[in-house]
């Protein structure tokens, strides 16, 4: 995985002739992404958090996984304390208590919210409507509107990945998240086995590149009108639509 994001470093600085800053930025970002989504084989959430495993109904567990994302997503998860998410929720810790078994599992239960929404998603890729291409087109422009939808958690993995010491954390988005990450490299093999997609090329790899663009154009969209250059950028279904048609087609013109 590190040859792969060193390389990723050199390409990014030869071919978009960008300045060794902004290679680095997408250098770093790169291996950040990679602790969640490469680092071990992805597990199911442990049963030892039973009440984190599902939605929970009531409209008080409701409100205290809204406090508690917001914390989360503002602070990092080791800097929130159950007193904190209570006084945000207007409950008592107690209450808090009564839904989840401790922190971790009200952190379990605030990631498996978006999880499941992206699991929706990856379902409709596996549908088998349409072809590879129409499909994976689809899945990133829903997948960057997933990123915007759900800022405060997008927000939330990015500052856990860049928090070194935070490794409970990590660990539970990674069980959290990682599942998603690989079913959808399970499609693109699929899409390998049928002739849609290049033997040659790891299905991992495609992902990364799809998923990992869109999380680089997250973290950038507020400055994009800085760019002159980025124009086609300004709106984020444009970006998706000509990453899938770059990861599909290539750069290279067709003699």
Request: charged residues 20%.
């Amino acid at each position: 995985m590190l040859d792969f994001c060193k390389h990723f470093f050199y390409d990014a600085l030869l071919l978009t002739d960008q300045p060794v800053s902004t290679a680095l930025i997408l250098y770093s970002d790169q291996l950040k992404w990679s602790k969640i989504y490469m680092a071990t084989p992805p597990q199911r959430p442990k049963a030892r958090h039973p009440e984190a495993q599902t939605q929970p109904a009531s409209e008080g567990a409701q409100n205290i996984l809204l406090a508690a994302e917001e914390l989360f997503a503002e602070q990092g998860f080791s800097a929130v304390s159950i007193n904190a998410i209570a006084q945000r929720a207007g409950i008592s810790k107690a209450n808090i208590f009564h839904h989840f078994e401790n922190k971790d599992a009200l952190y379990l239960a605030v990631l498996s919210n978006a999880s499941q929404q992206m699991s929706v998603l990856i379902a409709e890729l596996d549908s088998g409507e349409g072809n590879a291409s129409e499909q994976i087109g689809r899945y990133t422009q829903q997948h960057l509107k997933n990123l915007f939808a759900q800022s405060r958690i997008t927000q939330l993995i990015l500052r856990q990945v860049q928090n070194e010491s935070s490794q409970d954390s990590l660990k539970i988005a990674h069980d959290v998240l990682g599942e998603n990450f690989s079913r959808f490299v399970s499609i693109l093999k699929k899409f390998q086995h049928h002739g849609e997609l290049r033997k040659d090329i790891d299905p991992a790899m495609i992902a990364t590149l799809l998923i990992g663009s869109n999380v680089f154009y997250f973290q950038i969209q507020s400055v994009i009108d800085r760019f002159p250059e980025m124009q086609f950028a300004e709106k984020p279904e444009n970006f998706s639509s000509l990453l899938s048609d770059i990861v599909l087609n290539g750069i290279l013109a067709k003699l």
